[in-house]
């Protein structure tokens, strides 16, 4: 099965293209697809990627890694938001709740939000 995602990044093909080494797995991976298109109304590049890259076990294994956050498309879909802001701010952006980034993994064991009462 593969995984397909796209997204609108506001930058110039040439400046997103360029930017492809500095991203993560699995958008650096052998065997990923990617291709650029103008984003309409010129709101700067559509980048699609196609991940071909199957989950072991079935059906089953599907349900467990969506389960784990380990499945491809949802890899997949972290590693192009990541990108996108990558690119357009110059950094992966990170709050206190998930230091580690916006990750499907972690936000299943993420703490939920409370007042900081050091400042008290």
């Known amino acids: 099965m593969k995984a397909r ?5 506001n930058r110039s093909q040439q400046e997103v293209a360029s930017q492809l080494d500095r991203a993560e ?13 103008e984003a309409p109304g010129d709101r700067g590049t559509e980048m699609r990627v196609v991940l071909d890259q ?17 499945d491809p498309q949802r890899r997949l879909d972290d590693a192009l938001r ?9 950094e992966v952006l990170r709050s206190d709740g998930s230091p580690e980034g916006t990750d499907a993994k972690q936000q299943r064991t993420q703490r939920p939000a409370h007042p900081d009462d050091s400042d008290v």
């Open 25 to 37: 797995s699995p958008l650096t991976d052998d065997g990923v697809e990617i291709s650029y298109a």
């Open 5 to 9: 995602s796209a997204v609108t990044i």
């Open 54 to 70: 199957s989950v072991p076990g079935g059906p089953i294994g599907k349900a467990a890694a969506a389960v784990a956050g380990t």
């Open 82 to 90: 990541r990108f996108k802001q990558l690119v357009e701010t110059g």
